[in-house]
């Protein structure tokens, strides 16, 4: 029986454009990525590009045929419509690709160095496209539990959510719960969005469940996100990423691949837009923990190193949670040297 809960993707939408920052070389885009230098990953490639690790994008689906993640997808399927169904449904359209799914997995694994767009956390991981919110941004609990249980099957190195429920449901999750320790069980990382509620105090469900990492939202200044929720959860697996603001100029938002033809007034050029939201934070944490997947690092093991080497901000303290930042922002360069 299909749950009341919805599911919605924890983002939103730039609506002031504004001028992007100077062209990089190899993705003309680069210089505006202010998250990739947030959280130190130029300086963590050369050590680790993600070859080998493969992250599952639960979400909308991926626009298989754009430039930047063409020859980056290892597979997909859809449950949006169809959680019953081992074998999914929707003829492929996991690979269509709605605005959501495709922005998340560019930030997590674009294509780098090719002299197009964007580049992403995890330069050389594949990515799996799990469709589970339709259209709308919507998905249900057994749409949610079917992809994730899914892709634990196949084997994703991480599982990252940029969706979650209503506050307030945290406790009622159960199969959501279930399906994250099964998971969890099978070795992945599970990263989720804390929620876009800004005075919630709550991590929303999934990240909310046990071993998930619940992201914070962080805006260019390093401060929390006025959007994200904070972060407490009882097994204090929190970090934070950035997200953007949400509010005036788009540069201060987080550009990454977009389906042709569906961009908004922000777009900086064709297939590329800016997003905010959790949504956005979680896929940078999904990628740096694909880089510690491709060192060979357990599950585990890259949880640990993500909270132990993320930084508080101001304060640089490393190692440390507050329900702000929980352990504070991702450190990819820190992580990757353990």
Known sequence: MRTATTFAA?????LVCAATAAAAPNDPLYGAQWGLTQIHAE???GTSSGAGATIAVVDSGVDLDHPDLAGKIAGGITFSGCPDKPAGCGNGDWANGEAHGTHVAGIAAAATNNGTGVAGTAPDAKI???KVLDAEGSGTTPEIVAGIRWAADQGADVITMSLGSLPGTQLVQGELHDAVAYAISK?????????????????DSPSFADGALCVVSTDPNELKSPFSNFGIKPDMNVVAAPGGRGAVFCEDDILSTFPPGAETAC????????????SMATPYVAGVAALLAAQGSTNTQIVSTLEKTARQPIAGVRGTYNPVYGYGIVDAAAAVKG
């Open 267 to 278: 777009s900086p050029a064709a297939g590329y837009d800016y997003l905010a939201g959790t």
């Open 187 to 203: 070795g992945a990382v599970v990263t989720a969005a804390a929620g876009n509620e800004f005075v919630a105090p709550l991590c």
């Open 43 to 45: 300086q963590a490639w």
């Open 10 to 14: 924890a983002c939103l939408v730039a």
């Open 128 to 130: 799996l496209a799990v």
